[in-house]
């Protein structure tokens, strides 16, 4: 059984810079798809970034600004954030899966953190 913990989140002004970090356990990190989505106040859970063996793939509204990466010898992923915006507030989720590609499709990912809250004031 896999666990993740989700950690990082805070409040932050637009242009500033926020690390989320995602503390995995159980099974074998390595072998992973893992992603990060989000969720704003009244909408829909989306996408954000993911990793995998193949590659890395991210939302057009944050390429560019969002960068993650992964520590396989300590099971842990990362989530960048730099020059946020209003508009990246949300509960940030950390994800995993087996798929061996990248995917922005949720429900390719079995296992899901507590989520963590990133607040960008204006």
């Known amino acids: 059984q896999v666990q993740l913990v989700d950690s990082g989140g805070g409040l932050v002004q637009a242009g500033g810079s926020l690390r989320l970090s995602c503390a995995a356990s159980?099974?074998?990190?390595?072998?992973?798809?893992i992603g990060w989505f989000r969720q704003a106040p009244g909408k829909e859970r989306e996408f954000v970034a993911a990793n995998s063996l193949s590659g890395s793939s991210y939302a057009t509204s944050v390429r560019g600004r969002f960068t993650i990466s992964r520590d396989n010898v300590k099971s842990m992923a990362y989530l960048q954030m730099d020059n946020l915006k209003p508009d990246d507030t949300g509960v940030y989720y950390c994800?995993?899966?087996?798929?061996?590609?990248?995917?922005?499709?949720?429900?390719?990912?079995?296992?899901w953190g507590q989520g963590t809250r990133v607040t960008v004031s204006s």
């Open positions: 159980g099974g074998t990190f390595i072998r992973y798809l």
């Open positions: 994800a995993a899966g087996w798929a061996t590609t990248v995917t922005t499709a949720s429900e390719e990912y079995d296992y």
